[in-house]
């Protein structure tokens, strides 16, 4: 994990290191906000955003949400800061349920299609983090959720060995009637058979898929 949230950077970063050169684009990006240079911050940060560096998607939302050198934008935080929780950074889930709460259901449904497109292509090459945010999109952002594909999404991620999707798979299970369990998770192991079939990168587990 790099380094503190950017609204605490002043106080997070030490003395000035080789990275206050431009070696590093992440510290460069810090660099430049500690010298009161928030726009040259945010297109660092914006490029590393875009390449998937999780703590520069966290920083690019924390600026959007502050309106430091950009217009502040609710949906371009809620945005960067949903990106960075699915790529695992606990402090941008705070501020992601927060934003969602009051998000109208057409931005909710535009924000879920917008992170469904971006997750497509990790998901094709068996990332199962890709897959497990997936499912938290399906479940907590969607106007209305599918609790049966994002049950589907977080068994695959747990059949990869996802540790976190694991416990989210069996809480999930747990809420489905008794009954009705063994057609869930033979639907999960039907969608598991269908992005073998999909993906670009298949598990080796998919020559057992029926």
């Known amino acids: 994990m790099r380094g503190a949230a950017l609204l605490c950077l002043a106080l997070s970063v030490g003395a000035a290191t080789a990275s206050e050169t431009g070696a590093d684009p992440f510290d460069a990006a810090i660099a430049a906000f500690r010298a009161g240079d928030a726009g040259r911050a945010a297109v660092l940060f914006k490029t590393l955003a875009e390449a998937g560096e999780a703590e520069a998607q966290f ?24 990106r960075a929780q699915i790529a695992g950074i606990p402090r941008a889930e705070a501020l992601s349920q927060r934003l969602t709460a009051a998000l109208p259901d057409e931005a909710r449904a535009d924000l879920a299609e917008r992170l469904e497109r971006v997750l497509a292509p990790g998901i094709a090459a068996g ?13 907590q952002l969607r106007p209305e959720p599918d609790a049966k594909r994002a049950y589907e999404w977080l068994a695959i991620a747990a059949a990869l060995g996802l540790p976190e999707a694991q416990g989210a798979r069996d809480a999930a299970l747990a809420e489905v009637p008794e009954p009705d369990r063994f057609a869930v998770q033979d639907g999960a192991l039907a969608a598991f058979a269908e992005w073998c079939r999909a993906a670009s990168r298949p598990a080796v587990a998919c020559a057992a898929a029926g």
Request: net charge negative; aromatic share 14%; proline share 5%.
């Open 59 to 82: 920083n690019l939302a924390l600026l959007y949400a502050e309106g430091a050198d950009l217009p502040q934008n609710p949906r371009e935080t809620l945005y960067w800061a949903w």
């Open 127 to 139: 990332d199962a983090r890709a897959m497990f945010g997936l499912a938290r999109v399906l479940l």
